[in-house]
C-alpha cells in the first residue's frame, strides 16, 4: 500500500467541504467476499467513542447515536479480540470553544499543530458524559484507548493524535497481537471513525468500516465525502448483516 500523506485537521475539514456533492458509495452486500465475512484469530472489533457524550442528551450529540448500541453488541459475539476508545479531555482542554475567548464552538482557530475546529466542552475525564454508553456490551473488549488526553493536542483517529506525529501505540499493540483485519464502528462515521479506518490502513491493516454500527455528523454533506476519502484508501465498507455470528 503506498503510504498515505498525513493530513492536518483543516485540510481534512476543507475536503470535506470541497467533496460535499459526491455521490454516496453503494452499500455493501458482501461484496467484499465469497459469503459472509467471518473474523477470526487475527481480526479485531474496533468500538469507537460509544460514550454517552455523543448520543441523546450529551454534549456533543450525534443524531440517534444510541442506535449503534444494539448493533454492535450483537456484533461482538463474532470477535475474540475488541478494542473500546473513548475521547477523555482534560478541563480546559484546547479544542474547547470556551478556552478561547470570543470563541464559539464550530469556530476554529489556529494551534501550534494548525487550524482546530473548537467543540462544545464535551468528554471530560472521569465525568459521566465521558463514561461509555451503559447498554454496551462487550465481553471479550481487552483494551480501552483513551485520545485527546494531552491539554494542548486533539484527536480524533484511534491511531495518532492530530499532530500527526503522536502515536497512541495501538497499532503496535495490535500487530504484536498478530491482527491483520480491523472492523471499525462507533461514532461519528465521518469524523472519528472515518480517521480510525484511514489511519488502520496506513498502518498496513485491512479495514472494514460497519456502516450501520455507526452514525455521522453529516456536517455540509461530510458522510458522503468521508466515504469517498475512504474508499480511496483501500477501506472497505459493509454492513453487520454480511458477518458470519458466532
Not at 476543507?14 to 467476499?33: G, H, I, K, M, Y
Not at 475521547?87 to 484546547?94: E, F, R, Y
Not at 454500527?213 to 483501500?234: F, H, P, T, V
Request: aromatic letters at 8%; proline letters at 4%.
Amino acid at each position: 500500500m503506498t503510504p498515505m500523506t498525513p493530513m492536518p485537521r483543516r485540510a481534512f475539514l476543507q475536503s470535506l467541504s470541497a467533496t460535499a456533492a459526491a455521490a454516496a458509495l453503494p452499500l455493501s452486500s458482501a461484496v467484499w467476499a465469497a459469503g459472509k465475512l467471518k473474523p477470526g484469530a487475527d481480526s479485531a472489533l474496533i468500538v469507537v467513542d460509544v460514550q454517552n457524550c455523543f448520543v441523546t442528551g450529551g454534549t456533543l450529540p450525534v443524531a440517534k447515536g444510541e442506535e449503534v448500541v444494539p448493533v454492535i453488541n450483537r456484533l461482538a459475539a463474532a470477535f475474540a479480540n475488541i478494542v473500546v476508545t473513548q475521547d477523555w479531555h482534560t478541563p480546559g482542554h484546547a479544542s474547547f470553544a470556551s478556552s478561547h475567548a470570543g470563541k464559539k464552538p464550530f469556530e476554529t482557530t489556529t494551534l501550534k499543530y494548525g487550524q482546530q475546529v473548537l467543540w462544545p466542552d464535551h468528554c471530560v475525564q472521569g465525568t459521566e458524559d465521558a463514561a461509555l454508553h451503559k447498554d454496551l456490551k462487550l465481553p471479550t473488549a481487552q483494551l480501552i484507548i483513551r485520545k485527546g488526553y494531552n491539554k494542548g493536542v486533539d484527536s480524533y483517529s484511534a491511531f495518532e493524535e492530530a499532530d500527526r506525529k503522536t502515536v497512541t501505540g495501538l497499532a503496535g499493540y495490535l500487530k504484536a497481537r498478530g491482527i491483520k483485519t480491523v472492523y471499525v464502528s462507533g461514532l461519528a462515521t465521518d469524523f472519528c471513525v472515518g480517521w480510525t479506518a484511514i489511519d488502520a490502513r496506513k498502518a498496513g491493516f485491512a479495514v472494514y468500516v460497519i456502516e450501520d454500527a455507526c452514525r455521522a455528523i453529516d456536517l455540509n454533506g461530510s458522510l458522503a465525502a468521508a466515504w469517498k476519502q475512504m474508499e480511496a484508501k483501500g477501506v472497505k465498507r459493509i454492513q453487520s448483516a454480511d458477518i458470519e455470528m458466532a
